[in-house]
């Protein structure tokens, strides 16, 4: 961000402080957090919402533009600035839906639940079908009465002692990693 | 016994590549399998021991209970290798889903098990479903883009391909400068290859 007064009259601080409310940097700010936190954050609904919104608006202005025969070089500058934020808004869910994979588990026995969006709890819910169907399949199944259950080591277990193994002790994995 | 072949099946996946899989070992686990089930009926064998001679299960401490305890451990041992093996492989197997598309090469499908094969399917079509809900594809653009055309080389014959903004003769060897949106499907396919510098 440049620092100093620009040409458009404003002082950096005011620049700053516009760059920051607009939803690109709001979307940027969202991408970095997420990004850099181990667990998964709370889904930014309204932004995203309206940033889809913005870019479908964009895509519609530089297919006229392309159409109308403007000159190639802004259309391909707005084409890169509309990839960007696309790049944005993908790497953002799809960091999300890779935190949800490995720790599906956790978050769905903890609060972690309430920050998904709807299609990601939808998403959450299938993987731990399918994982559950498999660990039965490969392993529990062929192993005796009593020590079948995917949380418990055996029936006499007094709670989820399976923990560490699956994920479910999100603190003490992060310091082995 | 006791542990020792199932603690072998955890140190060759842990030995192998970081991120590789390797073949599912179905031998040794069978064998750590069928350990479990010896563990299970002489842990049986002793609690009935126990009760014929009308001690009381809960309560009581003697040599017949600890080789119960001694058997119980080992299969809880063995339960938490398997699980581990099959676990830890499912979780490279999530990846390659993001890394190989939703189509695995035969290299890669003759190390899995058939439940894995399973598995990897279900697992790619519920992200299916959740990118069709979004309408949104996000196996694409997965490094951040540098320019909006990308010049490339096509390393097979795919034909005459009809692109967003153009129409393209992709003959094997041709070069081309395409969207990169556009070239990233064939990149990812190895059909193509990005030209850099």
């Given at each position: ?5 620009d ?8 620049y ?7 939803d ?28 889809r ?6 895509e ?7 159409e ?6 802004t ?10 934020v ?13 935190k949800?994979e ?9 609060e ?15 993987c ?5 169907k498999h ?9 005796p009465?009593?020590?079948?259950s995917i949380?418990?080591?055996?029936i006499?277990?007094e709670e ?13 994995r992060?310091?082995?990693? | 016994?006791?542990?020792r072949r199932?603690?072998?099946l ?10 590789q ?9 069978d064998?750590v ?16 021991k126990?009760?014929?001679?009308g001690?009381d ?19 809880v ?8 093996y ?11 889903r993001?890394k ?6 035969p ?13 990897f399917?279900?697992?790619s ?14 196996t ?5 883009p540098k320019?909006?055309?990308i ?7 795919i034909?005459?391909?009809l ?28 059909l193509?290859?990005?030209?850099m510098?």
């Amino acid at each position: 961000m440049a620092s100093g007064s620009d040409g458009l009259g404003l002082g950096s601080e005011d620049y700053e402080t516009l760059m920051a409310t607009t939803d690109v940097e709001l979307l940027k700010k969202a991408w970095r957090n997420e990004k850099a936190s181990p667990e998964i954050l709370r889904f930014q609904f309204n932004l995203i919402q309206r940033s889809r919104e913005q870019i479908q608006l964009m895509e519609e202005t530089v297919e006229e533009l392309a159409e109308s025969g403007a000159d190639p070089l802004t259309v391909s500058l707005y084409q890169m600035d509309l990839d960007r934020v696309l790049f944005l808004l993908r790497s953002y869910l799809r960091i999300r839906l890779q935190k949800i994979e490995k720790y599906v588990i956790h978050i769905s026995k903890t609060e972690l639940w309430n920050r998904l969006s709807d299609q990601e709890q939808k998403f959450a819910k299938r993987c731990t079908d399918d994982l559950e169907k498999h660990l039965n399949q490969s392993v529990l199944s062929k192993l005796p009465y009593g020590y079948q259950s995917i949380l418990k080591q055996s029936i006499s277990s007094e709670e989820d002692d399976m923990g560490s193994l699956l994920n479910l002790h999100q603190a003490r994995r992060l310091g082995h990693d | 016994m006791y542990g020792r072949r199932a603690s072998q099946l955890v140190k060759e996946f842990s030995a192998g590549e970081k991120g590789q899989l390797s073949a599912y070992n179905s031998d040794m686990f069978d064998q750590v399998i069928r350990e479990c089930n010896a563990h299970h009926l002489e842990l049986q064998n002793l609690m009935r021991k126990i009760q014929d001679e009308g001690l009381d299960i809960q309560t009581t401490r003697n040599a017949d209970h600890f080789g119960a305890v001694i058997h119980h451990l080992s299969l809880v041992r063995n339960k938490r290798c398997l699980m581990a093996y099959v676990y830890n492989r499912a979780e490279l197997i999530q990846n390659l889903r993001w890394k190989a598309g939703p189509v695995l090469p035969p290299e890669i499908q003759e190390k899995l098990s058939y439940s894995e094969e399973e598995y990897f399917r279900n697992h790619s079509a519920a992200l299916e479903a959740y990118m069709s809900e979004l309408e949104l594809d996000l196996t694409v653009d997965m490094v951040p883009p540098k320019d909006p055309y990308i010049q490339v080389r096509v390393l097979d014959d795919i034909g005459e391909v009809l692109l967003s903004d153009q129409s393209a003769n992709l003959a094997r060897h041709s070069m081309h400068f395409l969207k990169r949106s556009d070239a990233e499907q064939f990149i990812s396919q190895g059909l193509m290859e990005e030209l850099m510098g």
